[in-house]
């Protein structure tokens, strides 16, 4: 697969699976992203022009998506609205992106006879008890939560039905919870390191008992790059590395190495709707695929992880103050 077309590579997962495609492959890169506010050109920073091109736009434009893809060998398709939070108070940019944009790329590759592959997310399963000893699989049924996990369950629905109705030659991928550098400073991880490195306390919802399955972005994308070459069509593969930790063991990791006390921040209310847990079952990936995760000690990947948001202010810093402002906002209009 020589030219591949990244929807969303300006956002945080897409820029990693850029840069490791680069570093992992011969291909060309072609990466389409209408630049929300969660987008970062920086991320691209040092990567060879021959390697890549940069359109901005958006997947929602027939026109502009009927150009481009059958330009390309295979199309890997991150770009979506990501935010829960941000889906509880402004949902309709979700349904647009998400749902209308994945038509209209399914479309595409349709009628010009192009690879697809979709990333999604574990959200999808909607969530497990802390107790329950079960995780997901790809044969756990959908129960979305949340605005944004609806609309991603509703993208994975449409992937799955043009497979079987139109044979287009898809894969599907879904995903716990990402860390790593280039992550938007809304998330949870980014946004604790940030307050900490501008002065500012933690924040945590609720009683930081839910449960996250952490895995590296650059494992996420070294899962993705293994379906894309050898998945099988119309499948679905979980991706995971065992990562399990609640909301305030993470937390506590990143206050140690950051020199803190453990019981240095704040407890906030609660996001309403909040998932308890997911767990990824991803063995049929490693057994059939053969993919193994490089990452394996949460700690040591958020202390490099840390070291990048310390080396690189001026990456995050533009967007912090604002990031924070909407927090308050959203906070407020929920009272
Ligand atoms: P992100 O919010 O950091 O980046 C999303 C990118 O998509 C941004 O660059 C944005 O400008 C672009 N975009 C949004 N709407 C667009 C549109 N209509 N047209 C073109 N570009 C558009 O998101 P992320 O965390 O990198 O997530 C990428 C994908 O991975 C998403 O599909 C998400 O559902 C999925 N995912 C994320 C996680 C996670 O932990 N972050 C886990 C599993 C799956
Ligand atoms: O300030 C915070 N304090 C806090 O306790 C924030 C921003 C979050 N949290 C909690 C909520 C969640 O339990 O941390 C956990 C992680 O929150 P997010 O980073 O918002 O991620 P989550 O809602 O779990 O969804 C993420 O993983 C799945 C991504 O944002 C999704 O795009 C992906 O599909």
Known sequence: MKRILVTGGAGFIGAN??????????????????????????SFEGISEKRLSFIAGDICDYVLVNELVPQHDAVVHFAAETHNDNSLHDPRKFLNSNVLGTFELLEAVRHHGVRLHHVSTDEVYGDLQLDDPQRFTESTPYNPSSPYSATKACSDLLVKAWVRSFGIEATLSNCSNNYGPYQHVEKFIPRQITNILAGAKPKLYGSGKNVRDWIHASDHSSAVQRILEVGDTGRTYLIGADGEKSNLEVLGMILGLMGRDTDDFELVPDRPGHDLRYAIDASALRSELGWEPQYLNLEQGLERTIHWYQQNRSWWEPAKEQTELRYRQQLHAMK
């Open 17 to 42: 699976f850029v840069r490791h495609m680069i570093e992992h492959s011969d291909s060309e890169i072609t990466v389409l992203d209408k630049l929300t506010y969660a987008a970062n050109r920086q």
